[in-house]
Every structure is written in structure tokens, then in C-alpha cells.
T-cell receptor, first 110, second 119 residues
Framework: NAGVTQTPKFRVLKTGQSMTLLCAQDMNHEYMYWYRQDPGMGLRLIHY???????AKGEVPDGYNVSRLKKQNFLLGLESAAPSQTSVYFC?????????FGPGTRLTVL | AQSVTQLGSHVSVSEGALVLLRCNYSSSVPPYLFWYVQYPNQGLQLLLK??????LVKGINGFEAEFKKSETSFHLTKPSAHMSDAAEYFC?????????????????FGAGTQVVVTP
């Protein structure tokens, strides 16, 4: 039982490049979330999903897109990366009362 | 909208001393309350949570927190700090009014408190 896994762990992009972050969970959770973590700002919700085929915007959705084609996977896409998207990205999946977090992806945009 | 305030971005405690981390929320309706811990280069791990019932909540690793409605607070404590408690701690809230299928678990996080434990 791996819990929540994230791929890749580290990535460096140039401004304007695109990439996809993958989140996978093996706990059969309906709810999944993408956050970004920046110093002094805690975690901020980017997008979330309450089930396969559904997505919704969080607090800071601009510049990101998501897809939940399979229940166990939640993908976060950056179509045209900007330096302001340099951050640590965390995925979480949830039961009704607990969120389980992945180990994070450290992204640097030059 | 909810807001969460953690007093003190950095706290230094001696090994064996009391750990006290402060969290206040802004809401006319008491929310669900959570404390998470983040060890270096890792994700967040749930320490404890308050949803209903007893206002003194016990969590993992000897931590506990007390919900005080009159003070809109949910402070985290541990009687005796250990070197392994060095980490960043986040308070988070979730509106009770949002506890529906479509919006469950939308957490609002505080900015975090970095705890340093000195020998």
C-alpha cells in the first residue's frame, strides 16, 4: 500500500515550457487535491476533484489545468510555465475527514 | 472567507520543555480544525483533528490541542519536547457549512510555524 505518490520529485523548466505532474493514490479515495506551498504562505489549493471525471477550481487556479480520467490518478498541467510557478506542489487524497499527502514535487521555473 | 492565523513563524524550545503553538481562526461558525506536521522534504502528516465532541483532542507523538470557541483558538501543545519534534507545523480549518459531497475537505491553512528543538 503506497498511499499517495507523486511523479516527478524534482523538475526544472524554462519559461514557456509545459509539463504534467502525476498524482496516484491506491486508497480508493473519491476526493483528491492539488496544493502549492510557498514560504510563509502555507499551502494553497489549486484545483480539486470530488470524483472520477470531475474537477473544480481552488484558491489559485490560474495557469494550471487538471484532469481526473481515472479515480486513482489526478494530473496537474502547466501549459506555459512562468517563474511565479516555482514552488513545491503537493497532492492529497481524502476520506470524509482526513487528507493524506504525497511527498511533493519541487518545481523550478527559470 | 475563513482565515487562519498562526502566531510566530519560528519557535525555539529546549529539549524537555513545553511546546506551545498558537492557532486562531476567523469564523462565526466554529469550523473543523486540524494540525498537520511536515518534516524536512516530506509531505504533511495529520497530527490531530477536532470535528465534534470533546474539546481536548489527543493526537500522535504526544501532542494535544484544545478547541476554545470563546477564544476562536485551537492551540497545539506537547508537555516535553523531543529532538524529533523539529519540523514545521500547520494549522488548518474547514468550514462546517462546506461539509457536502461537492466541497468536502477544502482546507484553509495557516502560514506555518517552524519548530527548532535545542539540546
Amino acid at each position: 500500500n503506497a498511499g499517495v505518490t507523486q511523479t516527478p520529485k524534482f523538475r526544472v523548466l524554462k519559461t514557456g515550457q509545459s509539463m504534467t505532474l502525476l498524482c496516484a493514490q491506491d486508497m480508493n479515495h473519491e476526493y483528491m487535491y492539488w496544493y502549492r506551498q510557498d514560504p510563509g504562505m502555507g499551502l494553497r489549493l489549486i484545483h480539486y476533484s470530488v470524483g472520477e471525471g470531475t474537477t473544480a477550481k481552488g484558491e489559485v487556479p490560474d495557469g494550471y489545468n487538471v484532469s481526473r480520467l481515472k479515480k486513482q490518478n489526478f494530473l496537474l498541467g502547466l501549459e506555459s510555465a512562468a517563474p511565479s510557478q516555482t514552488s513545491v506542489y503537493f497532492c492529497a487524497s481524502a476520506t470524509r475527514d482526513t487528507q493524506y499527502f504525497g511527498p511533493g514535487t519541487r518545481l523550478t521555473v527559470l | 472567507a475563513q482565515s487562519v492565523t498562526q502566531l510566530g513563524s519560528h519557535v525555539s524550545v529546549s529539549e524537555g520543555a513545553l511546546v506551545l503553538l498558537r492557532c486562531n481562526y476567523s469564523s462565526s461558525v466554529p469550523p473543523y480544525l486540524f494540525w498537520y506536521v511536515q518534516y524536512p522534504n516530506q509531505g504533511l502528516q495529520l497530527l490531530l483533528k477536532y470535528t465534534t465532541g470533546a474539546t481536548l483532542v489527543k493526537g500522535i507523538n504526544g501532542f494535544e490541542a484544545e478547541f476554545k470557541k470563546s477564544e476562536t483558538s485551537f492551540h497545539l501543545t506537547k508537555p516535553s519536547a523531543h529532538m524529533s519534534d523539529a519540523a514545521e507545523y500547520f494549522c488548518a480549518v474547514s468550514d462546517r457549512d462546506q461539509m457536502t459531497t461537492d466541497s468536502w475537505g477544502k482546507l484553509q491553512f495557516g502560514a506555518g510555524t517552524q519548530v527548532v528543538v535545542t539540546p
